[in-house]
């Protein structure tokens, strides 16, 4: 699906490591969070205050969960999860549903595997029967946004008061429970696709999917997995949302597909893989939290938020493709 | 012998005319059909309204076919004119705008199908096709909400208004209503659409505190979900300030803040009601009663005063 | 067995849209008295003429390989554009005006695709972004009434017994589309870009041009649905577009048109919108509730997809012979690869 141009012209050498096009593609993420930081504590006192910063990052660290898993969709060439908003639906009313059933931490466990298993559907399909995975998680979305409403026939699932909920909709040493979930997910996960074999097979099979299958990577479990992590990631987030409000409606996670997948390519990660990092989408989850929070303090009207991000996000890609074009790397 | 015939004739005829006019009055709408075009199938407010809805259908023993905008004007506009083309009986309709209705509501008074409105007015000229309106009126809750400001901050102070999903007729009337009738002395800070969401409500609810802090005063919250969403950040804030906290809707957490001096007063919607109400009332204009213009379903405000005396709805 | 398994998979895939148009009927003819008449057809062609539009302008996009994930925004921006000018330029150039926003629309995705080489997902996911709070912005967040509601009323009205003048409008713009695709140069061209687009570099192809070409045309076809649903609701919403996007995708795939690019055809996709707005007006004269739409809509796109896959690539015959016809003039032509 990429436009790929041929050669107009000789290729330039590899770049070294430290030309300006690579050194820039690093940089820009922190210094779009510094930028966007400047301008905050220009517009605002309030901005720079640890009360502040630490809403920014508590405002999307859930969504940034699914992100996180969008990222390894997008390495391993598995473009995007569309049915995010379902499992993310999934995995909240599940657990605060079966809460006064079997308690509520087993009951969270149980909408992260239900979750898991929405996205399971998606893998199979995508991985194994390698259909398109727009259409796969599009038609799945669908398939399971409609079974979550059926479930709960229109009406609001109160979370049961629990010690559980409590803590995970409390703080811990200052910071949001959800924070701490955050990053030490983006931890696990970073170093699972920089030191696994599981992640180098992601990159494989982004960057060649049949040079991968000649030299015996799994390459139909690889896809499948990112798809299972999605789901599971957005069950998570679900179960954090729904914690935190102490309510859950199906529509919780609506909108969020398109937060994973901006956040991602923000952060520099290409859609159709070979390439990316969790570090990166990290940075671009913060991004987004900071557009969204300026939006605010500025007082611009709220739709504004879509304008900025959409801006943001075609400045991000155009000079990532017009830096690759010149550094000689296509795509 | 004329005559006595003529009066035997007459006589028969006139018994005959009883006898079948006599179960056809009694019958009235039953075995009719109504094309009801609600909001939503699956949400917190329509779904009541929809079973109350089916409950006054099924016992006027009318056919209720019903069929979802999911809260899309454009969408309801076509089904109208599906509904329209089916030549039912009778019409329920939930307008989500002013004026997309219009076109099939014209095509429904050529082909003599009563309309009845639920829930939301429509625009000017589209109520004047329309036969009767059973619902709470939107801008009328947002008049209710700025006097209850007015009230409780003696006619000065700032607030901050959390509004629902941008584009949406609730949010736009709700809005409406309120900035029409504040008082002079109360400024508006800002205004932020939260999507009658309460995780989106606890963020931008965040970021109003950070920016105003003790300026705020007041809250108008479009709807009970969202006040509930800038409870729980200003209790995350830790700030010291009590401001007044308004809301729309009348569920359970609203009557818990309320009773808990968190909140000020939040607005009763039933919507239950309100669906059962609308289809009698269309049932009524069907079997050929004339019905008022306006069924209001009474907007009740809740306050700690008054709340022993009401439940929530939902 | 699996060999019949295979055969009648194959049959399903190739002839879907039959498929799927005689279960409909057949269920609606024995759940309701009034679903096999002519009335209920000229219902469903005229509520399928705006998201068919939609539907039409992305099946080159598709054929060519690339998305177009702005038209929900795009057309929302038009329908806006078409009502709130009315009262300063007249109600009929106040609609070329909305036609006009959808082609900008569209020359702005193919700058951004073609110029930038931004890939079209990301591209048309920006866009589709900024078009909509663009849409909310100009707009205030509230829709607009038309000063002259009478002039867009008549294109719903009966047209010919099972037409409306929007429905015709639709139908045409498909078999123009149509004629295009199949029978110029052009259009056989752009099959060649979507299935291989070095190979058409090679051949000379003018594969740049086409590509903006593609973008522009799917802006003004979005432009149109949104016009034409604005002059029919005599309303300007700028929330118009954008419930669409997913299901005139899912109108273009249950046609046949493949995400990958080489096949398709615009009577394909003409087929796939009547096919679902039947369904749907089936599923609405059975009261059935969205979410269970929701549920077997998409598992018939599953169903759908799953069997194309598995059948193994045997339908669509004749777009398979253009393709192999204009790789074939790729080679004669002395092509490199």
Request: a neutral charge; charged letters at 10%; one cysteine or more.
């Amino acid at each position: 699906m990429t436009l790929r141009a041929s050669p107009t012209g000789p290729k330039p050498a590899p770049s070294a490591a430290w030309s300006a096009g690579s050194v820039l593609s690093v940089l820009s993420i922190p210094l779009a969070i510094v930028a966007l930081m400047v301008l905050g504590s220009i517009v605002s006192p309030s901005f720079l205050t640890v009360r502040n910063l630490v809403n920014v990052l508590n405002a999307y660290s859930a969504v940034g969960l699914a992100a996180l898993g969008s990222t390894f969709v997008a390495i391993c060439g598995g473009l995007a999860d569309l049915s995010i908003p379902a499992t993310v639906a999934l995995g909240a009313l599940v657990a605060l549903g079966a809460g006064s059933l079997v308690g509520p931490v087993p009951a969270a466990f149980l909408g992260i595997l239900v979750a898991a298993l929405g996205g399971l559907v998606n893998g199979v399909l995508i991985g194994y029967v390698r259909i398109n995975p727009i259409i796969v998680t599009l038609a799945s979305g669908f398939l399971l946004l409609g079974l979550a409403q059926l479930l709960v026939g229109g009406g609001i699932v109160y979370a049961e008061p629990s010690a559980f909920g409590t803590f995970v909709a409390g703080n811990l040493f200052g910071l949001p429970v959800s924070v701490w979930i955050f990053f030490i997910v983006a931890l696990i996960l970073h170093i699972t696709l920089t030191r696994t074999p599981f992640g180098r097979w992601n990159f494989a099979v982004g960057g060649n999917y049949e040079a991968s299958a000649a030299s015996a990577v799994p390459v139909r479990f690889t896809r499948a997995s990112a798809f299972v992590l999605t789901g599971l990631l957005s069950g998570m987030c679900g179960i954090l949302i729904a914690l935190s409000i102490g309510q859950a409606r199906p529509i919780i996670g609506a909108g969020y597909e398109f937060v994973a997948i901006t956040a991602v390519v923000i952060g520099g990660t290409s859609l159709f893989g070979g390439r990316g990092s969790i570090l990166r989408t990290v940075g671009g989850v913060i991004i987004l939290a900071l557009i969204n929070n300026l939006i605010v303090l500025i007082g611009w009207p709220t739709p504004a938020t879509g304008l900025a991000t959409g801006s943001i996000l075609l400045v991000v890609v155009a000079i990532d493709a017009y830096l690759r074009r010149r550094t000689g790397v296509l795509g | 012998m004329t005559i006595r015939r003529n009066i035997l004739l007459g006589a028969a005829l006139s018994a005959l005319t009883f006898a079948v006019a006599g179960p056809v009055a009694a019958a009235g709408v039953e075995g009719k059909s109504i094309c009801y075009i609600t909001a939503a199938n699956s949400h917190f407010y329509v779904t009541p309204a929809n079973e109350g809805a089916q409950a006054a259908a099924d016992a006027a023993g009318v056919k209720l076919t019903i069929v979802s905008e999911e809260f899309s004007p454009q969408t309801g506009a076509d089904q109208l004119n599906s509904c329209v083309s089916r030549k039912v009986d009778g019409i329920l309709l939930w307008p989500l705008d002013a004026n997309s209705y219009l076109p099939g509501l014209l095509k429904a008074q050529q082909a003599g199908i009563p309309v009845v409105a639920i829930d939301t007015k429509a625009g000017e000229e589209s109520m004047k096709l329309i036969a009767s309106f059973v619902g709470a009126d939107k801008y009328g809750q947002g008049q209710i909400s700025a006097k209850q400001m007015n009230e409780a901050l003696d006619g000065k102070g700032k607030v901050v208004i959390i509004a629902g999903q941008a584009g949406n007729n609730t949010t736009i009337m709700r809005t409406d209503g309120f900035l029409a009738d504040k008082a002079e002395g109360i400024e508006v800070l800002a205004t932020v659409n939260a999507d009658f969401d309460q995780q989106k409500a606890l963020v931008a609810s965040r970021d109003l505190i950070t920016k105003f802090g003790d300026q705020i005063d007041g809250v108008y919250a479009e709807d009970d979900a969202m006040a509930a969403g800038f409870l729980q950040a200003l209790k995350e804030s830790g700030l010291a300030i009590k401001p007044v906290i308004l809301g729309i809707g009348g569920t359970k957490t609203a009557f818990d803040a309320i009773n808990a001096g968190e909140m000020t007063s939040t607005i009763l919607q039933p919507p239950y009601d309100n669906g059962r109400l609308a289809v009698e009332t269309l049932a009524k204009v069907m079997g050929g009663e004339t019905v008022a213009a306006d069924v209001p379903l009474e907007n009740t405000v809740v306050t700690k005063e008054n709340i022993g005396g009401f439940k929530p709805v939902m | 067995m699996s060999a019949n398994l295979r055969t009648i998979g194959n049959l399903v895939v190739r002839y879907r849209l039959l498929v799927m148009l005689a279960g409909v009927l057949i269920f609606g003819g024995f759940t309701q008295d009034d679903f096999l008449t002519l009335t209920t057809f000229q219902s469903v062609l005229d509520r399928a003429a705006v998201v068919g539009f939609l539907a039409l302008g992305l099946t080159p996009i598709l054929i060519a390989g690339q998305i177009d994930l702005s038209i929900g925004s795009v057309m929302s921006l038009a329908a806006y554009a078409t009502i709130a000018l009315q009262p300063s330029l007249g109600s009929l150039p106040a609609a070329f005006v909305g036609l006009g926003v959808g082609a900008l629309a569209g020359a702005i995705n193919a700058v951004i695709v073609v110029a930038l080489k931004v890939t079209s997902l990301v591209a048309t996911l920006a866009t589709l972004l900024i078009g909509a709070s663009l849409a909310l912005l100009i707009s205030d967040g509230q829709p607009v009434s038309s000063a002259d509601p009478m002039f867009g009323l008549s294109l719903t009205n009966e047209l010919l017994t099972v037409l409306s003048p929007r429905s015709a409008l639709f139908i045409a713009a498909a078999l123009i589309m149509f004629v295009w695709l199949r029978a110029t140069p052009s259009g056989r061209n752009l099959y060649a870009v979507g299935s291989s687009m070095p190979a058409a570099i090679s051949a000379g192809i003018n594969v740049n041009g086409y590509m903006a070409g593609i973008f522009v045309l799917s802006g003004l076809c979005a432009g149109a649905a949104g016009v034409l649903q604005a002059l029919s609701a005599a309303t300007g919403s700028p929330l118009a577009g954008s419930a669409l996007l997913i299901p005139a995708i899912t109108a273009v795939v249950i046609g046949g048109t493949r995400l990958e690019g080489g096949r398709g055809s615009s009577l394909a996709t003409l087929g796939g919108v009547i096919a679902l707005g039947a369904l749907t007006t089936l599923s609405e004269y059975n009261g059935i509730p969205s979410y269970t739409q929701a549920v077997y809509t998409g598992l018939i796109l599953i169903l759908l997809i799953t069997l194309d896959r598995i059948s193994g690539d045997n339908g669509g015959r004749k777009t398979r012979t253009l393709r192999r016809a204009a790789v074939k003039q790729v080679q004669q032509h002395g092509g490199t690869s």
